[in-house]
């Protein structure tokens, strides 16, 4: 039997321009956080693209997983965002999502476990918010940004990866090719949630065989996001 640790590991992913990955890896080891995965991707969010020569460049971003302890994940997320200065808009990205099972970390499974009576933390305006994860054939992903700001979202981060899907069973000379694939992450006010997905499986077809899937993870606590929270209260005061 697999051992698993349950109920007592948080997912914290940050999203942040490369120059700042060493500094958000520095300041969460300083508060608990063993380590980390890095994934280079791109970034579409609010601010406006630079330009060189009249070509726009991408901002280049790093996404940083780093899995830690429950009772220290809210700690690591302050330090990561106190890091890079998140309450500027532009500056990155971080929130926590929760894992329901954690295995191959065998040190971690020694230490004492999550107590199951533990009172509920409360509600935070910033757990408002889901993060919708897109994934479709090379190509599309600038058809998923567009369709997802029209329909409410700020903006979202690209990731390259490669698919082994059963409708992929393209040939080279008898040699199998794993076609490449994006990853569209695009966080959401959840009252927004389905009107984004909606428009992105119309836009990339999901509703057809093998053009790519799309899910939504809940969101603990983000940071980051200062302009769409000022946004959030600003609609709920005019709705009193």
Same mark, same amino acid.
């Given at each position: +039997?697999?051992?698993?640790?349950?109920?007592?590991?948080?997912? %914290?992913?940050?999203?942040?321009?490369?120059?700042?990955?060493?500094?958000?890896?520095?300041?969460?080891?300083? /508060?608990?956080?063993?380590?980390?995965?890095?994934?280079?991707?791109?970034?579409?969010?609010?601010?406006k693209c630079k330009?060189?020569?009249?070509?726009? !460049?991408?901002?280049? /971003?790093?996404?940083?997983?780093?899995?830690?302890?429950? $009772?220290?994940?809210?700690?690591? =997320?302050?330090?990561?965002?106190?890091?890079?200065? +998140?309450?500027?808009?532009?500056?990155?990205?971080?929130?926590?999502? @929760?894992?329901?099972?954690?295995?191959?970390?065998?040190? =971690?499974?020694?230490?004492?476990?999550?107590?199951?009576?533990?009172?509920?933390?409360? +509600?935070?305006?910033?757990?408002?918010?889901?993060?919708?994860?897109?994934?479709?054939?090379?190509?599309?992903?600038?058809?998923?940004?567009e369709a997802s700001? $029209?329909?409410?979202?700020?903006?979202?981060? %690209?990731?390259?990866?490669?698919?082994?899907?059963?409708?992929?069973?393209?040939?080279?000379?008898?040699?199998?090719? *794993?076609? *490449?694939? *994006?990853?569209? !992450?695009?966080?959401?006010?959840?009252?927004?949630?389905?009107?984004?997905?909606?428009?992105?499986?119309? /836009?990339? *077809?999901? @509703?057809?065989?093998?053009?790519?899937?799309?899910?939504?993870?809940?969101?603990? /606590?983000?940071?980051? %996001?200062?302009?769409? =929270?000022? $946004? +959030?209260?600003?609609?709920?005061?005019?709705?009193?």
């Amino acid at each position: +039997m697999i051992e698993q640790l349950k109920n007592c590991q948080k997912l %914290i992913l940050t999203i942040v321009s490369r120059n700042k990955t060493s500094r958000v890896i520095k300041a969460s080891k300083r /508060k608990h956080a063993e380590g980390a995965t890095i994934i280079h991707g791109e970034g579409t969010g609010i601010e406006k693209c630079k330009t060189f020569w009249g070509i726009p !460049l991408e901002p280049e /971003k790093d996404v940083i997983f780093t899995v830690v302890s429950d $009772e220290h994940a809210e700690e690591v =997320l302050d330090i990561i965002s106190k890091s890079v200065k +998140m309450s500027k808009p532009g500056n990155g990205v971080a929130f926590i999502l @929760d894992i329901t099972r954690f295995t191959g970390a065998v040190h =971690l499974q020694k230490k004492k476990k999550k107590p199951t009576d533990q009172p509920l933390k409360s +509600m935070d305006i910033t757990a408002q918010f889901e993060l919708i994860v897109t994934i479709v054939n090379k190509g599309f992903c600038e058809d998923i940004i567009e369709a997802s700001r $029209e329909a409410g979202a700020a903006g979202g981060t %690209i990731l390259h990866g490669r698919g082994t899907g059963v409708h992929e069973h393209a040939k080279l000379f008898s040699f199998n090719i *794993e076609p *490449e694939k *994006e990853v569209v !992450l695009t966080l959401v006010p959840q009252k927004v949630t389905d009107k984004v997905l909606e428009a992105i499986v119309k /836009k990339g *077809e999901l @509703d057809k065989p093998g053009k790519g899937i799309a899910f939504v993870l809940n969101v603990e /606590k983000v940071l980051g %996001i200062n302009h769409l =929270l000022e $946004e +959030m209260l600003e609609r709920s005061g005019s709705d009193s």
